[in-house]
Nanobody, 114 residues
Framework: QVQLVESGGGLVQPGGSVRLSCVAS????????MGWYRQAPGKQRELVAV???????SYLDSVKGRFTISRDNAENTVYLQMDSLKPEDTALYYC????????WGQGTQVTVFS
């Protein structure tokens, strides 16, 4: 059974930092492209960051320079370091794994408030 379990969300003030983690089980983690998506109330889900099997990364324009995605294949974990947070970053953040099939986590809420 494949599971993606996110953690690390919470309440943070503007300018603050949060690190999200996603632990995968039931897949050969190193063979999957891993990503973080987010969905704010009333908006469509959008891709925030992705990291390939080789470690190449790409980001949503609005988070470039503030967010960093990384992976630890030994720990089957993908991270999203979020710095200089803004209220518009408030959303439910989802982890995704794409390989021969695609999988989603259940999400972790990040709320940026002043």
């Amino acid at each position: 059974q494949v599971q993606l379990v996110e953690s690390g969300g919470g309440l943070v003030q503007p300018g603050g930092s949060v690190r999200l983690s996603c632990v995968a089980s039931g897949i050969i983690f190193s063979t999957y492209v891993m990503g973080w998506y987010r969905q704010a109330p009333g908006k469509q889900r959008e891709l925030v960051a992705v990291i390939t099997r080789s470690g190449s990364t790409s980001y949503l324009d609005s988070v470039k320079g503030r967010f960093t995605i990384s992976r630890d294949n030994a720990e089957n974990t993908v991270y999203l370091q979020m710095d200089s947070l803004k209220p518009e970053d408030t959303a439910l953040y989802y982890c995704s794994a794409k390989g021969d099939r695609g999988y989603w986590g259940q999400g972790t809420q990040v709320t940026v408030f002043s």
